[in-house]
């Protein structure tokens, strides 16, 4: 069992959450205990401050009625409620938002376990060996076609590629990961690809967007509610620093009296991974957000070289009653770099009273549907006269 696994009690006093080999394909078993997840997740972000965040997923925890059923002994299985996720974001703000769910008969996750369809979006990995020897390449291929809420498809495609994550052998110092068949772990955190590069194209009635830029790739699953991890809140972001990808995490304890967790994960630009837990993470500049969040405007931490790394919050990209995340900038020494972060609070996510705020914002293909969701999806730009039904954008047909 690696450092990173062995501190801060779960549910049953096994760790909070456990780093996984990136090169274990990944199991379908959490799709079919209730109340659990699956996601995985991709973020871009370029030098100017641009970003895109994806996530396919089956039980995503921020649905609507999902951590609810739960609670109240009636929790659903993942297999039932798959989705997908895609934003972008430009100059600080939010350009295009789609969180859309599926019927579950629409959704299939391949044998090989490396290739996904939910809808009309496919999500294939192919891994390359290295012909000298060094670390295997994964690439990403996603192909995303998603109806919009007031007519017509946001089509595209979204591409990654990097060397796959690779750990240090026993013996070599640094951290090894977790075993996948420890009985303790509970919530698998699996980074995949990190100091990659990727792109997005994506166009939509009445608009279009492209970017390049870094790329990072990771996964996230258990077989019980996130709820139900013994996680209070967590505090998680990533930098793009020149020749190497800086992974920062800072987990609350839902135990009183336990103790904070803080790790640091360095991912260089050829898959090797150190990892430093207790690594000192200090936050600056705590806020208050309208729904009571709190979180730090700057934080810092050494690297595992000990050299001190200094994060600030460029913009807060989105802000709701349990989740924000934010466009980050960060310097060590002389390199400075972008990325993303985001904050978690999993008891607060699906409350009764906020729900239907929730709502508003998810598309659910099949129907119902707030009648509030147009000013929530799409693109940020005519939210208001599509919602009024004032404007038909060019080349729009039924979804």
Known sequence: MDRLSQRGPGPAGGPLIALCPADLPPSPAPLRAPGGFTWFYVDLVDDQGQAATLIWSWGLPFLPGYASAARAGRAQLPIDRPSVNLVLYNN??????????LPAAEARWGDDGRSWQLGACRFTWVDEAAADGGPPTRALEAQLDLPLPTGGRAQGRLWLRGPLRRDPAPGAGGAASLSADDPTCTHRWTPMVAAGEGGLDLRWPGGAARLRGRAYHDRNSAEQPLHAL?????WWGR????????IFYQLLPAAPGA???????????QGATRVQEDAGLQVQQLQRSLWGLSWPRAAH??????ARVEVQVEALLDDGPFYQRYLL???????????VGENVVPDRVDGDLLRPLVSMRVHRSAGPNSMWLPLFSGD???????????RSDPGEAAG
């Not at 013994?230 to 967590?234: D, L, R, V």
């Not at 931490?301 to 000990?306: K, L, N, Q, V």
């Not at 940020?380 to 004032?390: A, F, I, T, V």
């Open 239 to 246: 930098l793009a620093l020149p020749g190497r990808e800086l």
């Open 380 to 390: 940020r730009r005519g939210r208001w006269p599509r919602l009024l039904g004032l």
């Open 259 to 269: 103790r904070p967790r803080d790790l640091v994960v360095e991912i260089s630009d």
């Open 92 to 101: 600080g703000q939010e350009r295009f938002y789609l969180l859309t769910e």
């Open 329 to 339: 900038r960060g310097r060590c020494g002389d390199q400075v770099g972008h990325g």
């Open 230 to 234: 013994g996680i209070q809140s967590w």
């Open 301 to 306: 931490f050494p690297d595992p070289d000990g």
